[in-house]
């Protein structure tokens, strides 16, 4: 099914959000994929953009790539309408909240669905728009944030995509996909994080990112190249490298 | 007792030597800038960088260097939407590129731009507002980021921001409460120890002294020592009154009230 991109109004985002509610107490509801073209709920947005229910996102990459290529058409301001990420999270419910084995849905929080307003809590965690947003910045050489399924973005999008310093670099995005993307397995390489150990994991996620806090207060991060960046690391991350 | 070191001898450069301002004349904004920076003694051919930064949107200027301040051609905001240019933020930075590795000499952070009417001109920001959705709440501080105490509004309301530019009511009951919050945080709750030594005398290196001095000019005394727990209470409630003095929330109200 094809529709026309629109937004959720101030109302349109109540019901929406009305109804993330009610299906965390009765997941078996009926999704109100009406809602989408009700012009109570929902206004035109500035632009084109068409988008397709029959389009399967396999992982975040997926998920980035189809809507860098569908809202090219659209003011730039609309990107940060949060009712055009809420109504594509309807229009792609499915997906966003699939049903579990048993045969119901169990929405996790509202800022999943609805994107959350500034910088603070839950801004780094739309299902949608954060992969748009990671693959508009830094296209397939975020592998490494973006692999994952489009529910589960897992511990290093937490870790990296929730700090601006880290997130808006190419070359520590680069680096972060050359030590930690596995590429034969298509996925994060096993035991980047360990949360029991995670302050003193030599070479961890987690230890990445202090590292660049460190080398922070000496270099100008932003213009080290790759090879530049690969090479201040220490040896701790070498591991990685071969493997 | 809050002590820095610096092993890197990086020289932290002023705000008020930073003029930094957005031109909305044209299209497409773009930033202005005017540094003072020749007294750092910096060598000239230190590289300045502007970086303009706003959630995930980051774009960066080249300046030319400290003995060649060159204002670049293309210094378009455009990566930032209208709403993004409400809390940008910039950072100065000069960079000695002579090693393979650019390294920091000095550096400046959080700048914000030259208001319109320039009232804020050039000053640190006491207070960052960020947009959230919390519920049926309406506001609430956060005060764990490391850079400036947050006041949070609530994302459900139609216009927020309009909520903190024109509504009196918010600003008679709200703002004389976050001068409260603020101040016991830092010295009934947190462990730390401030001293006015830490003072450089123009900038403070962390928020909590910015507002620990924000206080004592308005209580024309230096806050009490943490352990001294009447006095400290007593320091803050002081300084509340004395907002609600400078700031005439008593006469705001009553002008809001007879309105209504």
């Known amino acids: ?243 | 007792m809050i002590r820095k070191f610096n092993y890197t001898n990086r020289i932290k450069i002023k705000r008020s030597d930073l003029f930094i301002s957005i031109d909305r004349s044209d299209r497409i904004p773009r930033i202005n800038a005017d540094l003072r920076i020749e007294k750092y003694n910096l060598p000239i051919d230190g590289v300045i960088y502007i970086e303009a930064y706003h959630r995930t949107k980051f774009e960066r200027f080249y300046f030319g260097t400290v003995g060649n301040f060159t204002i670049p051609e293309n210094r378009n905001l455009n990566s930032f939407t209208i709403a993004d240019l409400e809390d940008i933020r910039f950072r100065v930075k000069i960079v000695d590129e002579r090693n393979a590795h650019g390294c920091i000499l000095a550096l400046a952070e959080g700048i914000s731009p030259i208001s319109e009417d320039k009232r804020n001109a050039n000053r640190f920001s006491l207070l960052g507002v960020d947009l959230e959705d919390m519920g049926n709440r309406i506001w609430e501080l956060d005060l764990e980021k490391p850079d400036t105490p947050w006041l949070k509004i609530n994302s459900r309301l139609p216009d927020p921001y309009k909520l903190l530019r024109n509504n009196e009511t918010f600003f008679c009951m709200v703002y004389p409460e976050i001068v409260r919050q603020i101040l016991t945080h830092i010295l009934v709750i947190i462990d730390d120890e401030y001293v006015l030594e830490d003072f450089n005398g123009e900038d403070c290196d962390s928020w909590e002294l910015c507002w620990l001095l924000f206080g004592h000019k308005l209580s024309g005394k230096k806050w009490p020592h943490k352990n001294k727990e009447e006095e400290v209470r007593k320091w803050i409630e002081t300084c509340v009154e004395n907002f609600c003095r400078s700031q005439r929330i008593m006469q705001r109200m009553l002008g809001v009230l007879e309105e209504n």
């Open chain 1, 1 to 243: 099914m094809k529709k026309t991109l629109r937004a959720f109004n101030d109302l349109g985002i109540s019901r929406f959000r009305y109804f993330l509610e009610q299906l965390r107490i009765n997941g078996n509801l009926s999704v109100p994929f009406e809602y989408l073209e009700d012009t109570a709920l929902t206004t035109s947005v500035d632009g084109f953009a068409e988008v397709d229910s029959n389009v399967i996102f396999s992982s975040r990459l997926d998920a980035g790539k189809y809507f860098s290529d569908v809202l090219k058409e659209i003011n730039e301001n609309e990107v940060e309408n949060i009712g055009v990420w809420a109504w594509l999270s309807l229009f792609f419910f499915d997906q966003v909240c699939p049903k579990n084995a048993k045969g119901f849905m169990n929405p996790g929080q509202d800022y999943r669905y609805i994107p959350a307003k500034g910088f603070g809590k839950g801004a780094h965690r739309h299902l949608l728009k954060i992969p748009f947003i990671i693959y508009k910045l830094h296209g397939d050489n975020a592998k490494v944030l973006l692999v994952s399924k489009i529910t589960k973005p897992g511990n290093i999008n937490e870790e990296i995509v929730s700090r601006q310093k880290l997130i808006t670099n190419p070359s520590i995005v680069s680096v972060l996909n050359e030590l930690y993307y596995d590429k034969n397995e298509n996925k994060v390489k096993k035991g980047i994080d360990d949360k029991k150990k995670i302050l003193t994991k030599k070479g961890s996620l987690r230890r990445f990112v202090q590292i660049i806090n460190q080398l922070e207060l000496t270099y100008d991060i932003y213009s080290l190249t790759f090879d530049g960046l690969l090479d201040l690391l220490p040896e701790e991350f070498d591991v990685w490298l071969n493997n």
